[in-house]
């Protein structure tokens, strides 16, 4: 079963902030939010993760709704490197349980 | 650059050959992964690897067999492969124990079984 669902496809346009949603609406109270990205041909790469409050770092924002059901990865000032898939991703944080689920992920395409 | 070195970047191997992936991280983690990646699939957790000792086998068939002789280093050998093998395989690494923390994914081998 698929924890999370996110829309096949977005684009955005260079410069502006990029919007990524992700439902989660059956995620358990202990599971956090994670998003990685993977740029083509490359390995995913680490963005953010969160409990249950926003969190910012120097790559994006994450911003969970109150009841935790669903996320949004906002990256503030879209460039063409950021073009790639994103994934969203809920786990556990448990002791030696290190499975990580993707899914298909969203691809972004930021456009000139 | 994550830290996280994988060699060869690309593979070309027959059924019978056997061959072996390498992956090294110079992060300090005590967790270390590996993933496979098809064409227009999701990522597939094969094995983990927590303080050297096998914690997962994500029912991967013996043609794959992992070995982590130390923290930093891991390998995946490869016999008899199957041309349906064909994809990326991709090295991770995390701190230990909890799974909060954040996997590195290294660059990637690209397979091609012939």
């Known amino acids: 079963d698929a924890k999370t669902t996110q829309p096949t496809s977005m684009d955005c346009a260079e410069g502006r902030a990029a919007n990524l949603p992700c439902n989660h609406s059956?995620?358990?109270?202990?599971?956090?939010v994670y998003w990685y990205r993977q740029i083509h041909s490359q390995g995913p790469q680490y963005i953010i993760h969160?409990?249950?409050n926003n969190e910012t770092n120097e790559m994006a924002s994450l911003i969970i709704t109150e009841d935790r059901k669903s996320s949004t990865l906002i990256l503030p000032h879209a460039t063409l490197r950021d073009t790639a898939v994103y994934y969203c991703?809920?786990?556990?944080?448990?002791?030696?349980?290190?499975?990580?689920?993707f899914g298909a992920g969203t691809r972004l395409t930021v456009k000139p | 650059e994550t830290g996280v070195t994988q060699t060869p970047r690309h593979l070309v191997m027959g059924m019978t050959n056997k061959k072996s992936l390498k992956c090294e991280q110079h992060?300090?983690?005590?967790?270390m992964y590996w993933y496979k990646q098809s064409a227009k699939k999701p990522l597939e957790l094969m094995f983990v690897?927590?303080?050297?000792?096998?914690?997962e086998n994500n029912s991967v068939p013996s043609r794959f067999s992992p070995e982590c002789p130390n923290s930093s280093h891991l390998f995946l050998h490869l016999h008899t492969l199957q041309p349906e093998d064909s994809a990326l395989y991709l090295c991770?690494?995390?701190?230990?124990?909890?799974?909060?923390?954040?996997?590195?994914f290294g660059p990637g081998t690209r397979l091609t079984v012939t």
């Open positions: 991770a690494s995390s701190q230990a124990p909890l799974s909060s923390y954040e996997q590195y």
């Open positions: 059956t995620i358990s109270g202990n599971e956090y």
């Open positions: 969160g409990l249950k």
């Open positions: 991703i809920v786990r556990p944080q448990t002791y030696n349980n290190n499975d990580m689920r």
């Open positions: 992060l300090g983690h005590n967790a």
């Open positions: 690897y927590n303080f050297k000792e096998q914690t």
